[in-house]
């Protein structure tokens, strides 16, 4: 089954950006839907953004507008694009893939990553 390596967190300052990716052992472009969830300490994990092979997309409520989710299938990569972060995005945040898309709505597969934090702190 393919692999998924997330990247790209750490930690940045309110306001500021910062690009997750997820690499994939294997063509991703068979994947016909893939998402990022995170998980805050205490807190249950939440669907932050997915994207189909089509390109259609869905969002939480908290990051609409600020966040971008793309996938890349030449390079076996999703992204996800994190703009105007706030304390409260605070979380380690995990690629999935393999699940299904249905009413405009991602439900999680069984593959994920182990995932990467980010933390956004003055």
């Known amino acids: 089954q393919v692999q998924l390596v997330e990247s790209g967190g750490g930690l940045v300052q309110p306001g500021g950006s910062l690009r997750l990716s997820c690499a994939a052992s294997r063509r991703i472009f068979s994947i016909y839907a893939m998402g990022w969830y995170r998980q805050a300490p205490g807190n249950q994990r939440e669907l932050v953004a997915a994207?189909?092979?089509?390109?259609?997309?869905n969002y939480a409520d908290s990051v609409k507008g600020r966040f971008t989710i793309s996938r890349d299938n030449p390079k076996n990569t999703m992204y996800l694009q994190m703009n105007s972060l706030k304390p409260e995005d605070t979380a380690v945040y995990y690629c999935n893939a393999g699940g299904q898309w249905y009413s405009a709505t991602y439900y999680q597969g069984d593959i994920w990553g182990q995932g990467t934090q980010v933390t956004v702190s003055s």
């Open positions: 994207i189909t092979n089509g390109g259609n997309t």
